[in-house]
């Protein structure tokens, strides 16, 4: 039998600016993941202990122009990070 823990901690931070013109948002999300698995119960295979641990840095901008009264350009951009899930 192996166990398996996983424990997440996140932050962000934002700083939006503009005027009548245009605006925008810039942000940065910091994740840290801590995963450990142990095992398995004593049954005559090798026996595993192990942890790892990571910090990632998500950054992500979006930016706004009016032109005029009836057009509206946008753009964005940003880091994603997806987890397996296990189910």
Do not use: H
């Not at 962000?12 to 810039?26: F, H, I, K, P, R």
């Not at 026996?47 to 009264?69: H, V, Y």
């Not at 057009?71 to 994603?80: G, I, N, W």
């Amino acid at each position: 039998l192996y166990t398996a823990q996983e424990r997440n901690l996140a932050g962000y931070a934002q700083l939006n600016m503009g005027n009548d013109a245009w605006d925008g948002t810039v942000g940065l999300r910091v994740v840290r993941v801590e995963t450990r698995v142990a095992g398995p119960e004593p049954s005559g295979i090798e026996e595993i202990d192990a942890g790892n641990s990571n910090t990632n840095l998500l950054p992500n901008a979006s930016f706004r122009w009016r032109p005029s009264d009836e057009v509206q350009l946008r753009a964005a951009v940003s880091k994603t990070r997806t987890l397996p899930t296990f189910a």
